[in-house]
DNA sequence: CCCTGTCATACCCGGCGGGTATCACCGCGT
DNA sequence: ACGCGGTGATACCCGCCGGGTATGACAGGG
């Protein structure tokens, strides 16, 4: 009565995702009528109407925002639940493979700290293996919560860290990256307020949640094309110092004096309890210590 | 293949609780015979061993202990997700009932922050019913995450706060709480090594996670039966200050130098969305400014 | 040694989840 | 205005699987 099932969750996910019966029936490999059923029978059962059916497609209600959002998180839950599980299982049996850890990091992210802490870890006795999971930076939180990944270098105030138990390990400013020739590039610092509304140069816009916020820049899908947008001296952008690592001849960097800093945090599911984990992430305290403690 | 339904987990998780199928299978309401059937379907599809059957019982393998915890997360979820759901639909009708908060308060806790905050929310426009939900120090995090409650107080370093949002309100200090006439209750301040280990006067034992640490002193379960074996000249206990306000006269209270102090934060659920729990955490906010902002 | 308590196996049945066919309804184009 | 396409809902059927009962296998204990 008051359970539900992962399979009801993930038809009402589907549905409400695609706002459309037969679309998500065809997602889920199966008819669109049984959705259709599915879905009633779940509404009659919570006692509220989920779905606003208006003859030319659907809109969720309030109680289906809410449904969606919370049952996406119980569905990342019971997926976790499998994995976690059955990595526990194979590194159960004596003589088994070596414990493993999956470390999801930015893509574009800098390679001297991961570097640094993975070869500290690696000299610690009895390590575990880790496996690098280059991945987009919302994605991350995604892979924690349904255990694809066991931890994550995240960066605020990019990741929000939401939900997550986190160790800040470098704290770094920001630098404003402009065309090599460029007038603004001879100074020594900038402010935000310079690099935003210059001449014929505006800010690059990231996506944030998948969308991107309107403005007058170039929309940003990869640290390459950015890079290409730069030197051709469409655009300017700011970020990390150690990003500099990544610059070509025709960029030049000035640091920003008043742009917020970037923490690189380690982090992981809040309640793990896997002792390979204690062990990077005494390793990396023992790295950068004295930052703040997470909670 | 790689999904896992709510009444597998439900199954499992009793079995594991229980370490017994036929007692397990009692509280499901359900027969034995095909519990023990789910469970081998649910190892064979986890291609994993989770329990270990010795004729005479049953133990948990390692990967066991995993899906025990995870799948008990997981089923906490759609447990909340059921219940957000719910009341997101009665409140959806217009002209409905007001929209509600469940706020989890350890039922010992001082009233006089919480009339505080009660007082300052109600007073606010629109703001929501606030029910209060008196609990175990334990139980609020079970709470919140199942969605029986939106919102708690609760007390680092006694609550983890681990996997939560929260926002720090007040700090205070603490007092060892000793009979009226012992010698040490004339001193002005007591250090914790003072109170521990006073001869004849063990220091009071709390259960962390149900469970009591071995030491000389009693084993404390609720405030009245402390304070009663304080007063008999039984035992000693720390507590927070505004604790004092339940002292009887045959208590003295004598402020500690060295005790951690207990911070008191209103902690919800991460990813909440409630506007109306946004209104309590700003009202809260504005009340007890200039403490940390949680993560 | 049998009895008791444990989990596993064998077998049957009913309900329900899913498929196919069809309906009811609306918007749109001609 | 009317027919057509596309939407979700309804009707009906079927096979599978979750659950029950009866029983087995096996280990400990009196």
Redesign the pocket.
């Known amino acids: 009565m008051d359970t539900l099932e992962t399979?009801e969750l993930r038809y009402f996910v589907a549905v409400a995702e695609e706002l459309?019966?037969?679309r998500a029936a065809g997602r889920l490999?199966?008819?669109?009528?049984?959705l259709?059923?599915?879905?009633?029978?779940l509404e009659r059962r919570l006692g509220v109407r989920l779905l606003e059916?208006n003859?030319?497609?659907?809109r969720l209600t309030g109680a289906g925002e809410v449904l969606l959002r919370e049952g996406r998180a119980a569905l990342d839950a019971a997926a976790a639940a499998v994995r976690r599980t059955r990595r526990a299982g194979g590194a159960d049996s004596p003589g088994g493979p070596r414990a493993r850890l999956v470390l999801a990091v930015k893509a574009a992210a800098s390679h001297e700290l991961l570097r640094k802490l993975l070869d500290a870890y690696a000299a610690e006795p009895d390590s575990a293996e880790i496996e690098v999971l280059p991945c987009g930076i919302r994605e991350q939180e995604e892979l924690l919560r349904d255990g694809r990944a066991d931890v994550a270098l995240m960066y605020t105030p990019w990741n929000s860290l939401t939900g997550f138990d986190s160790e800040a390990l470098e704290a770094e400013g920001q630098v404003a990256v402009l065309p090599a020739g460029h007038p603004l590039a001879a100074r020594e610092s900038l402010s935000l307020a310079d690099v935003r509304d210059v001449p014929g140069l505006p800010l690059a816009r990231w996506p944030t949640r998948g969308t991107y916020a309107p403005g007058p820049g170039p929309e940003i899908h990869n640290q390459t094309q950015l890079a290409q947008l730069i030197a051709l001296g469409r655009t300017v952008a700011v970020v990390p110092d150690s990003a500099r690592s990544w610059l070509w001849a025709e960029h030049a960097a000035v640091p920003l004096t008043d742009a917020p800093s970037v923490v690189t945090h380690i982090v992981w599911p809040a309640h793990s309890r896997s002792l390979a984990l204690a062990g990077l992430v005494r390793t990396a305290a023992r790295l950068w210590p004295g930052q703040n403690a997470g909670q």
Chains 1, 2 share one sequence.
Do not use: L, T
């Open positions: 399979r459309h019966f037969g490999g199966m008819a669109q009528p049984p259709s059923r599915a879905i009633q029978q059916r003859r030319r497609g659907v």
